[in-house]
């Protein structure tokens, strides 16, 4: 697992990585902590997942290492997907980046605090779901406005709302062939074109929703935030 973060495989033709330039410190902790956040997503599902079947009797030390290889495949995928995902200046010390790239960036800043300290809080949590089985509220602070309430408004909304998107594209298919029904690899495919869009839909709806506007980026690390932190408590109180 390296210094705590998931990167488990190697890539050729990466880019030079310039640590005094777009590659310094700074830029790696914003990165490292974007994929904190999504890989402690993942912990906080996995973890929902194990307590259910706990609940049912199918958890065994088996079931728990498979589920451990799971999220660990998962997190190696994600690594990629953040990588790819890029939205203008912001993310520019992305472009050109691959895995093997982001493992020898972190390396050669392995010793600064701030890197560190999230190491050691991933690995914290993983110790704490598979070794312990007992994950306290994780608590980050989230805008005054974003209760539980309203973090299931917008959720809901979002949700709403690809459901509305999906079925117009399907009724424009549908209208298209002159049938009542459509293939399954095109309904698949409708799916995914209508999905792309759920980064904006999210920032649209959180805007309208919490009164501001704010980018893509933001929106998702509030949401992210705020389900983690809803999840956790209601975990702990259980």
């Not at 904190?36 to 290492?65: A, D, F, V, W």
């Not at 912001?90 to 190491?119: C, M, P, Q, S, Y």
């Not at 869009?197 to 929106?219: C, N, P, Q, W």
Request: aromatic fraction near 10%; glycine fraction near 4%.
């Amino acid at each position: 697992m390296g210094i705590g973060f998931y990167f488990l495989s190697k890539e050729d033709n990466e880019v030079a990585l310039d640590f005094n330039g777009k590659h310094n410190v700074k830029n790696l902790i914003t990165l490292l902590k974007e994929l904190n956040l999504e890989y402690i997503c993942m912990y906080t599902r996995y973890y929902s997942m194990m307590l259910k079947m706990k609940e049912q009797g199918k958890l065994n030390p088996n079931t728990s290492h498979r589920i451990e290889m799971e999220l660990s495949a998962d997190m190696a995928k994600k690594n990629h997907q953040i990588l790819l995902q890029t939205e203008g200046d912001r993310d520019e010390f992305k472009k050109g980046l691959t895995v093997d790239g982001l493992r020898k960036w972190t390396e050669h800043f392995k010793d600064h605090e701030e890197i560190k300290k999230l190491a050691v809080a991933q690995q914290k949590l993983h110790e704490e779901v598979f070794v312990k089985f007992k994950v306290e509220e994780i608590a980050f602070e989230l805008p005054e406005k974003l209760d539980k309430q309203m973090y299931m408004k917008i959720y809901r909304k979002i949700w709403a709302t690809i459901r509305h998107d999906l079925w117009v594209r399907i009724q424009e298919e549908k209208k298209k062939q002159n049938s009542v029904h459509i293939p399954e690899d095109k309904f698949n495919s409708l799916y995914a074109e209508v999905h792309d869009t759920f980064e904006t839909i999210r920032m649209e709806i959180y805007s309208k929703l919490m009164g501001e506007d704010v980018e893509r980026h933001t929106a998702r690390e509030f949401m992210q935030k705020a389900y983690i932190k809803f999840a956790t408590l209601s975990m702990d109180r259980n």
